[in-house]
């Protein structure tokens, strides 16, 4: 079995410039094959053809889709080769074997490190399409190109685009969680500067934690700074500084707790159950961080003032502060503008749906969380019919703005003072929204997805 990481480069000594250090060696997918470019990719070599599945699995695995989504593409791409796939699936790294006549060959790839880019996923999913439609005369040499133009592409924002986005998100997010004017501008600030040094620690590509603890310290920070700048113009209520928690959520880990929970149903173990480590292990930092900063600078969550608004203009604001979240979320994720509003009008409905339910005292909170990801996931199925997108990159940003990180946030806090009792309340609070949440776009795709329905 060869083991064949991602990306190259070795420090020389331990005080040489580490600015082309590269802890995964680079796969050069070029050098796997020799045939002309005239032959057919399918009357290519066994190792030729196995590489090509080998490098579509392993470029869907880094634009954050689950491993149903990359073991499909896998074997849609095998049966064209005229090959059996037998793939094993994590969070960053694929060991399969592909099987012709009497021979066999067996590949394990692994990444650097793992992201979300729904704009790539969906170039992905178009081009697998495409080759199972027209890919008869196709060559490996013209397959590893289209596919060198995929993993070439550029993320479509800038640092301060995506920065721009993740204030959008959290200021809604902040409304929606019950917060005002005040917590929504001093929210923006934080969450949109916040983001901005993760996205510009990210391209230097500084380790996760680094990342995950600067940015959400920094949130915090400038939400206290921003509180203060408007406190010296008008007197504001002591309770305002609860909105800080909105200027973290930038971080809520929704494509890894969102695909481990789909993997898990499809008894995907490995990857389900790595996705959901990576995912607490955020949480975990993230709230840490935030209740140590809290600590510094002694802030306290408290419940949020109340609104002075009628059920009706609630309900009238909550629909595009939710579209408002969905698409910041979602451009963070790279879409495109046009996949960030799609996403955005099925998460106003799903997440108001969700809201006015628990609001009404129709259901309790979980079971509201089942209906509105559902709601999403049905909704997310009938624009994939004639869109196209990739359902995951609506159902995520759509249901990501009801994964109740102020619960999860107040948890930590608690059981940081010692408060076990009240930790522990908040954490049952949230653990019962976050897990009917996966459940209910599990239900959405056995109702709309007859492949994902049957387990072969």
């Not at 470019?37 to 470029?59: D, W, Y």
């Not at 749906?353 to 199925?381: C, H, K, Q, W």
Request: net charge positive; aromatic share 8%.
């Amino acid at each position: 079995m060869r083991k064949l990481p991602i990306e190259q480069g070795q420090p020389k000594s331990n005080n040489e410039d580490l600015s082309n250090y590269r802890h995964h060696m680079a796969i050069h997918w070029h050098d796997f094959y020799s045939s002309d470019n005239v032959t057919p990719a399918q009357k290519a070599n066994l190792v030729e053809r196995s590489t090509i599945v080998g490098r579509i699995g392993i470029m869907m695995l880094a634009c954050g889709t689950g491993a149903w989504r990359v073991r499909d593409s896998m074997n849609v791409v095998s049966q064209k080769l005229n090959m059996t796939c037998s793939a094993d699936i994590g969070l960053v790294s694929i060991e399969y074997t592909c099987m012709d006549a009497n021979n066999s060959y067996t590949q394990a790839l692994s990444l650097p490190n793992t992201g979300v880019n729904t704009t790539k996923l969906n170039a992905l999913e178009s081009f697998v399409k495409e080759f199972d439609q027209r890919g008869d005369h196709w060559t490996v040499g013209e397959i590893h190109k289209r596919l060198d133009v995929i993993h070439r592409m550029k993320g479509n924002y800038s640092p301060l685009q995506v920065g721009l986005a993740a204030a959008l998100a959290c200021s809604a997010f902040v409304f929606l969680l019950g917060g005002g004017p005040i917590e929504m501008i001093c929210s923006f600030f934080g969450a949109g500067i916040g983001n901005y040094v993760r996205r510009k620690m990210i391209d230097r590509k500084l380790t996760l934690f680094a990342c995950l603890a600067t940015s959400v310290a920094v949130a915090c920070v400038i939400y206290v700074m921003a509180l203060k700048l408007l406190n010296m113009g008008i007197s504001l209520n002591p309770r305002h500084e609860a909105g800080y928690i909105g200027a973290m959520l930038f971080v809520i880990p929704g494509f890894p707790f969102i695909t481990s929970g789909l993997d898990l149903s499809k008894l995907d173990m490995r990857s389900g159950l790595e996705r959901l480590a990576y995912a607490v292990m955020i949480i975990i930092v993230a709230t840490l961080v935030g209740w140590l900063v809290a600590m510094l600078v002694h802030l306290k969550p408290e419940n949020f003032e109340p609104l002075a608004l009628s059920p009706l203009m609630l309900f009238l604001l909550r629909l595009p502060a939710s579209f408002c979240g969905v698409f910041g979320f979602s451009i963070m994720f790279n879409s495109t503008p046009k996949m960030a509003a799609t996403a955005g009008v099925i998460g106003a409905i799903a997440n108001t749906l969700r809201l006015e339910l628990v609001d009404y005292n129709v259901m309790p909170a979980g079971a509201a969380a089942f209906l509105g990801a559902l709601t999403a996931g049905i909704l997310a199925s009938f624009v994939r019919d004639r869109l196209g997108y990739p359902r995951i990159s609506l159902t995520v940003p759509a249901i990501v703005i009801m994964v109740p990180g102020l619960y999860l946030y107040r948890a930590m806090y608690n059981m940081g003072l010692t408060s076990i009792s009240v930790g522990a309340l908040w954490i049952t609070k949230a653990l019962l929204i976050i897990v009917f949440l996966p459940l209910g776009l599990i239900a959405a795709r056995i109702l709309g997805d007859p492949k994902w329905r049957h387990t072969s």
